[in-house]
């Protein structure tokens, strides 16, 4: 009686534990998609048959075949996927958009279990998918890695859940918690506080984001191209200015590289080049500026400064990650940091600086 308990507990445990590796597996192919996807969740799926994986996939590219259609494409033989499971980490669209839905084609070819990390709470899908396949007479399990998995896509289910985009505040600070030197009047140019090899990650970190935002201020003093250029993964992010009065200098690099710039204003700015495009404001305000943003289907934001566009993002709780790097120099005097009290989650070197990463919530 005992020896039976025993045994059937540790297939149990083993099936979960089994679930898991597979699912780890997916995460990984999940995140290879980048921000290439976006808006678009990351999803990774695998296939496997007789404890032995034969597909994978997944999602590439913005507009294309999804996790579970490129994973089934890999298999050779689709015979065996009527005996087999597949592991996706995100549950399987029921609905048309780009591409036909994805919970079709698993109740095509009849797998025998369906395994998902997380429900997908955008309302075309929020249970649906599951629901279907399940009404197919498939073996569905959820909530494997979903913790994991949420993560994963925490941009995408912030622009659904809470209509905005997942808005990442970043600065540099010296040890002695300042921002910037004091100015000389006119005095423009960055006074850099890390080390120079900290820009290759930074630049990482732009390109893993669909936009980058900052303050007319910084545009002005610091005049930075906010693109990406000393990493070779990724594209360069959709620049945006927040600039209420208009006081924007000509000759700053975003307004003269004949690259796309976005700008929030109260009034249009007539002498802004064409390339620029202008979002006037009668409400100037982080809200509204938000859903402007949201409603251009962009589902992050890498906020770069200055202090005041940090503080008042802090100050509305509108805010998801912080990333602080600081340096080995101080400064004694000049532009004080935000004042952030709350603990990292995370503290790692990178070279002689150290990264300093904070979750909201998480």
């Known amino acids: 009686m005992h020896d039976g308990i025993i045994v059937f507990l540790f297939k149990i445990f083993d099936l979960s534990f089994t679930d898991e ?11 290879k998609g980048g921000v290439f996807v976006a808006p678009n969740p990351k999803v990774g799926a695998v296939i496997v048959h007789n404890d032995k994986i034969i597909g994978e ?8 075949a999804h996790a579970e259609v490129n994973a089934v494409e890999s298999v050779t033989n689709k015979d065996v996927l009527k005996e087999a499971t597949i592991y996706v980490t995100l549950e399987p669209c029921s609905h048309f958009g780009k591409t036909p839905p994805c919970s079709d084609l698993i109740i095509k070819y009849q797998f025998k279990r369906v395994v998902v990390a997380c429900i997908d ?6 249970g649906r998918g ?60 960055i006074h850099w506080i890390t ?17 980058i935002l900052v303050g007319v201020n910084t545009i002005n003093t610091d005049d930075p191209l906010l693109n990406l250029r000393n990493y070779l993964i990724g594209k360069s992010p959709i ?14 690099k975003v307004l003269s590289d004949n690259q796309a710039t976005i700008v929030f204003n109260q009034r249009k700015n007539h002498n802004l080049p064409a ?32 202090r005041y566009t940090h503080e008042h993002f802090l100050t509305a709780n509108l805010w998801d990650e912080t990333r602080v790097l600081v340096g080995t120099t101080k400064f004694q005097q000049g532009l004080k940091a935000p004042l952030f009290t709350k603990s990292p989650n995370e503290v790692r070197k990178f070279g002689k600086d150290e990264v300093r990463i904070t979750y909201n919530e998480i």
Not at 21 to 31: F, G, P, T, V
Not at 195 to 211: I, Y
Not at 279 to 293: G, H, M, P, Q, V
């Open 275 to 306: 390339h620029t495009t202008q979002f006037s404001l009668l409400e100037f305000s982080l809200s509204n500026i938000l859903k402007e943003i949201h409603k251009q289907g962009i589902s992050s934001i890498f906020v770069e400064g200055g």
């Open 130 to 189: 599951v629901e279907r396949i399940r009404n197919a007479g498939i073996q569905v399990e959820v909530g494997v890695l979903e913790k994991e998995a949420r993560f994963l896509n925490r941009r995408f289910f912030t622009y659904h859940e809470k209509n905005r985009p997942y808005i990442i505040l970043k600065w540099a600070q010296t040890l002695d918690g300042f921002l910037d030197e004091e100015r000389g009047e006119g005095e423009t140019g």
């Open 121 to 126: 709470t955008f309302s075309e899908v929020a």
């Open 195 to 211: 080390q120079p090899e900290t820009k290759c990650l930074v630049h990482k970190w732009r390109g893993e984001e669909q936009s």
């Open 57 to 64: 996939g997944f999602h590439k590219k913005y507009g294309e």
């Open 239 to 252: 620049r945006f200015v927040l600039d209420p009065d208009n006081s924007i200098k000509k000759e700053t």
């Open 21 to 31: 590796l597979y699912m780890q597996r997916a995460l990984q192919l999940a995140e």
